[in-house]
């Protein structure tokens, strides 16, 4: 599975939008990108996937260069509730896909 | 929506004791895993199961074993305990194919003493 790299650490004032950003400059185009988090020792939670195009659900939007090497994951509305550890990460299309969670990205939403 | 299950929340038990966890996954999931965190640490992945066969294996101790039942729910058998197995031990489940993100529980807090 390709690299990713995320920033350690990232502030946003409630309400305004959060955007993280992921580097997997090698990822394979048969890599999709996943988006998760994790709340204080809570499990990590899904939040999104895409291979190429853009993809928008109810917790967040997903961007992806055309050239597939950077995303930007943006919460739109940033609540305190999204304070969290939130991780990128490039995994194969086909079969049962385990997650190797990298360093990941701490935001803190604040007041 | 259902969720993936784990029980017990909270484990305590002391050096050398034996513990079992357990998960259930969401229904219609047909793949299991667990991820072992360790206190400041991302969760790392420990095996898999599809299927009730092996799938995948990680950094599993050979202390531990795993399996996965005809229903589908999974147990992870720890034996010879030590304190470095103090962890927050994390299930998750998904079903194969179609790019089916997986689906964490809550997890099993395990405090070793």
């Known amino acids: 599975d390709a690299k990713t790299t995320q920033p350690t650490s990232m502030d946003c004032a409630e309400g305004r939008a959060a955007n993280l950003p992921c580097n997997h400059s090698?990822?394979?185009?048969?890599?999709?990108v996943y988006w998760y988090r994790q709340i204080h020792s809570q499990g990590p939670q899904y939040i999104i996937h895409?291979?190429?195009n853009n993809e928008t659900n109810e917790m967040a939007s997903l961007i992806i260069t055309e050239d597939r090497k950077s995303s930007t994951l943006i919460l739109p509305h940033a609540t305190l509730r999204d304070t969290a550890v939130y991780y990128c990460?490039?995994?194969?299309?086909?079969?049962?896909?385990?997650?190797?969670f990298g360093q990941g990205t701490r935001l803190t939403i604040n007041p | 929506a259902a969720g993936v299950i784990q029980s017990p929340r909270h484990l305590i038990k002391e050096k050398r004791e034996t513990a079992t966890l357990k998960c259930y996954p969401i229904?219609?999931?047909?793949?299991v895993y667990w991820y072992q965190q360790g206190p400041g640490q991302d969760p790392q992945f420990l095996i898999s199961?599809?299927?009730?066969?092996?799938?995948d294996k990680g950094s599993i101790p050979d202390r531990f074993s795993a399996q996965q039942f005809s229903d589908y729910h999974s147990e992870l058998n720890m034996s010879s305990l030590e304190l470095g197995d103090s962890a927050l031990y994390f299930c998750?489940?998904?079903?194969?194919?179609?790019?089916?993100?997986?689906?964490f529980g809550n997890g099993t807090r395990l405090t070793v003493t």
């Open positions: 990460i490039a995994l194969l299309i086909q079969g049962a896909q385990k997650l190797v």
């Open positions: 998750a489940s998904s079903l194969r194919g179609n790019n089916s993100p997986l689906h």
């Open positions: 229904p219609r999931h047909d793949t």
């Open positions: 199961f599809y299927e009730k066969m092996q799938s």
């Open positions: 090698t990822i394979s185009g048969n890599e999709y």
């Open positions: 895409g291979l190429k």
